[in-house]
T-cell receptor, first 110, second 111 residues
């Protein structure tokens, strides 16, 4: 079965702190995506990771991919309030379909 | 490009009525996807097309749901008859085989 698991499901953190969201998946893939969704809005693409060891950074967010461990991480550095959102990872298992994780609802507390 | 366009943005209908959701993908994208998002089930892929041809409809919940893509710039998702459990946000996304871009979604409420 093709599965994508994220943890934690909910994350409340203070401004200025660092934290990591984890995304595990069940079988081989080298295409992983991170999306952001604000309440009542659509999904916005954040990162596309296409190979083992890929690392991408945008502002306070950094994503990495370890295909051998079937693990991706989304690291948040010095969180600020406007990063509050739900973050999804999604995996392409080879057929152009994306299997999405459950999402991590991130709340940044001032 | 205006991105993926969906209409209507909100739809409220009574149980038993037919509902048609519309999507215009980004020009030049050859993949189109229909998703449904609910609190209980998260984000589910319903069906996707490649070059206007349905490739995988295994996510379509039942025969009440149907989708078409008559040309490269238009797709519809139809529910007939609609039921309250169909209430959800329906997203259309298009892809150039590198990245999927999502439309704004249609919030469907069936009473």
């Amino acid at each position: 079965e093709l599965k994508v698991e994220q943890n934690p499901l909910f994350l409340s953190m203070q401004e200025g702190k660092n934290y990591t969201i984890y995304c595990n998946y069940s079988t081989t893939s080298d295409r992983l995506y991170w999306y952001r969704q604000d309440p009542g809005k659509s999904l916005e693409s954040l990162f596309v990771l296409l190979s083992n060891g890929a690392v991408k950074q945008e502002g306070r967010l950094m994503a990495s991919l370890d295909t051998k461990a079937r693990l991706s991480t989304l690291h948040i550095t010095a969180a600020v309030h406007d990063l509050s959102a739900t973050y999804f990872c999604a995996v392409d298992f080879g057929n152009e379909k994306l299997t999405f994780g459950t999402g991590t609802r991130l709340t940044i507390i001032p | 490009d205006a991105g993926v366009i969906q209409s209507p943005r909100h739809e409220v209908t009574e149980m038993g009525q037919e509902v048609t959701l519309r999507c215009k993908p980004i020009s030049g994208h050859d993949y189109l996807f229909w998703y449904r998002q609910t609190m209980m089930r998260g984000l589910e892929l319903l069906i996707y097309f490649n070059n206007n041809v349905p490739i995988d409809d295994s996510g379509m919940p039942e025969d009440r749901f149907s989708a078409k893509m008559p040309n490269a710039s238009f797709s519809t998702l139809k529910i007939q008859p609609s039921e309250p459990r169909d209430s959800a946000v329906y997203f259309c996304a298009s892809s150039n085989s590198y990245e999927q871009y999502f439309g704004p979604g249609t919030r469907l409420t069936v009473t």
